[in-house]
């Protein structure tokens, strides 16, 4: 199929599996909302391959991306500023110079429609950061790689450090005149309506939420820390300590059940399907969850509700009507509901 579009991609950045199952589901995002844009996702060297394998069948690339062993530059400032260490490792973006021009997303991103038109944007495009204004969020970011700016990106780092200690500070500095420069970089505010703000504006939220395009889940409570079950649709974990918005964090899950979970039990056979009721391990802990994207792999867990025995086409057909599901969930109508019936 003939796309004008090759030489630009969507990329993001996994440096565990947690982080994995994030990229995996922002990938399915964006291939779900059709777009035309190739899909990178830049890993550590701590990803297991299963969850390797499961992130070649969403994206078009996957590149081990490991700064302590390149021995080039990065090394070199590396050592100077070992304090920035995934810091370096996502300025690693710039060097995909067979790319014209990137989008970059984090991995605790979710994309709730197209936004293909964020390309027709230059670098540095950013979404201001509503608690400082005069600074973007380096959540989603549009960029054109370059070996010169990738190298002037980390003199600059070994040089100037972080303000806040991580790549949003960075960039910021390097790019310190995105706020007075050119106002066309600024991202509107849907592209980074951040779930925090919306749980904690609902008012905000009925007038944005349904022009949402790019959802952030910022915190420490990521996604992947609850507890969801396919059955009941029902995402379960410390919701007080969440700050994340129920629907979209039930919009996550959906697309995860529905989409990534078929995909890593995929090429296992006739084995037991294991996401019956899927267990996320907060980080540090080990990690229970579907022992098939786990490179510690120990027998699964056979503590989970028994899944009465189906064929794989069956199975199949019901994850896709998940999906279906998620599709009518998703919209404006039924958001009131989830929020009503997650707030009891
Ligand atoms: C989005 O907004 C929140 C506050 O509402 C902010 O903390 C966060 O850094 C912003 N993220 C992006 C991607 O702009
Ligand atoms: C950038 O550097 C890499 C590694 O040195 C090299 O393979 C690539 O061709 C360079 N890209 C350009 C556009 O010069």
């Known amino acids: 199929i003939y796309s004008p579009h090759l030489d630009q991609a969507f990329v993001t950045l996994a440096t565990n599996d947690n982080y994995a199952r994030g990229a995996m589901v922002l990938g ?19 990803v297991s391959d299963p969850c390797k394998g499961v992130l070649l069948k969403i994206f078009d690339e996957v590149l081990l991306v490991d700064v302590l062993d390149s021995g080039d530059a990065a090394h070199l ?45 230059e670098e540095l495009s950013a979404a201001p950061d509503p608690g400082w204004p005069d600074c973007f969020n380096s959540g989603v970011f549009v960029f054109r790689p370059s070996n010169e700016t990738y190298s002037k990106l980390l003199q600059y780092c070994a040089e100037h450090g972080s303000f806040d200690g991580g790549d949003q500070g960075v960039l910021n500095g390097f790019f310190s005149n995105w706020a007075t420069a050119d106002i066309s970089k600024h991202l509107p505010f849907i592209y980074n309506l951040s779930s925090i703000a919306i749980y904690t504006y609902l008012p905000a939220f009925k007038q944005y939420g349904a022009n949402a395009k790019v959802v952030h889940f910022l915190g420490q409570t990521k996604p992947w820390s609850y507890t969801y079950d396919p059955k009941t649709k029902k995402v379960s974990g410390d919701m007080q300590e ?8 039930l919009d996550w899950w959906f697309l995860y059940a529905s989409s990534v979970v078929p995909m890593m039990t995929e090429g296992y056979g006739d084995q037991p399907f294991h996401s019956g009721c899927v267990e996320v391990s907060l980080e540090g802990s080990s990690t229970r969850f579907l022992p098939q994207c786990s490179s510690t792999s120990q027998e699964p867990h056979h503590t989970e509700p028994y899944v009465p ?35 009891k």
């Open 242 to 249: 969440t700050s994340t918005h129920p629907s979209f964090l």
């Open 77 to 121: 400032d590396l050592m100077k500023r070992p304090d920035l260490g995934v810091t370096f490792t996502k300025l690693h973006c710039w060097t995909l110079t067979h790319y014209s021009k990137c989008v970059f997303m984090d991995a605790d991103t979710l994309v709730v429609q197209n936004i293909d038109e964020l390309f027709d944007r």
């Open 309 to 343: 025995p189906e064929t794989s086409e069956e199975r199949k057909q019901k994850w896709e009507q998940g999906q279906a599901d998620y599709m009518g969930m998703d919209s404006f109508d039924n958001i009131q509901k989830k929020l009503d019936a997650f707030l």
């Open 28 to 46: 399915k995002s964006l291939r779900n909302h059709q777009t035309t844009r190739k899909l990178v996702v830049m890993i550590g060297p701590h």
